[in-house]
């Protein structure tokens, strides 16, 4: 009889062992399955944002490209009483190495070309390159230009004020509405000869005038020779 109740007592201990392991290996299977979880959602969520990200970079990688070559202005001109045009809207000011595209001709400000041309004075017999040009203006030069159409006489003379006078500068521009212009950082007029009283008045009021954005930055030792 003794021996009938241990073995039964035996036989008792042994099944609670038995469900004490089983339910041990349920709260670790538990535990297993809600780590296994957090990776897989936590997994999911990274890889949402990377793939938000690499779309976003996508976007400013096109806005980018997209931008390229523009002169980041905006705005059209004023016409003031003496004739002489005012940009009223915004020139951007970045330093750019590719070619832009202006919406004035010759342009009066923008992006432009880290180098500028050499404006101490400086009469140019080839056309300049925009870029470099604008970036002479923004030293506050004044940058007189004629195309073909253009009479010797008023060339010469116009060669020759420029010649006499640091932070200016000259050369042939034949995409202009007219035979001679003369433009400085966000303004611009059409003279009829190189006698115009406009002329002296434009000089006067526009070399290292109150328009420059950056007086008293070098004419010299750019690239234009």
Not at 1 to 12: H, V
Not at 100 to 119: K, L
Not at 198 to 223: H, I, L, M, N, W
Request: aromatic content about 6%; charged content about 25%; hydrophobic content about 35%.
């Amino acid at each position: 009889m003794g021996s009938a109740k241990n073995s039964n007592a035996t036989r008792k201990a042994r099944i609670e062992e038995m469900r004490r392991a089983e339910r041990a290996r349920e709260r670790r299977s538990r535990v297993l399955t809600t780590v296994a979880s957090a990776v897989v959602v936590g997994g999911l969520v990274v890889g949402g944002v990377v793939l938000v990200q690499s779309r976003s970079g996508d976007k400013q990688n096109t806005a980018s490209d997209s931008a390229k070559g523009s002169s980041g202005d905006s705005g059209r001109w004023a016409t003031g009483k003496d004739g002489v045009k005012t940009w009223t809207g915004k020139l951007s000011r970045t330093h750019v190495a590719t070619k832009v595209s202006y919406p004035m001709h010759p342009p009066v400000g923008g992006n432009h070309n880290p180098i500028w041309a050499d404006c101490n004075g400086d009469v140019y017999t080839k056309a300049l390159p925009d870029e470099n040009a604008v970036h002479s203006l923004e030293h506050g030069a004044v940058w007189v230009t004629y195309t073909g159409k253009a009479k010797k006489a008023d060339v010469d003379a116009l060669a020759a004020k420029v010649k006499k006078t640091p932070y200016s500068l000259m050369s042939p521009y034949e995409n202009q509405a007219a035979p001679l212009v003369l433009s400085a950082w966000g303004h611009q007029v059409t003279v009829k000869s190189a006698s115009d009283p406009e002329v002296d008045k434009f000089f006067a009021a526009y070399v290292q005038g109150r328009q420059t954005p950056e007086p008293g930055a070098s004419c010299t030792g750019g690239v234009m020779k």
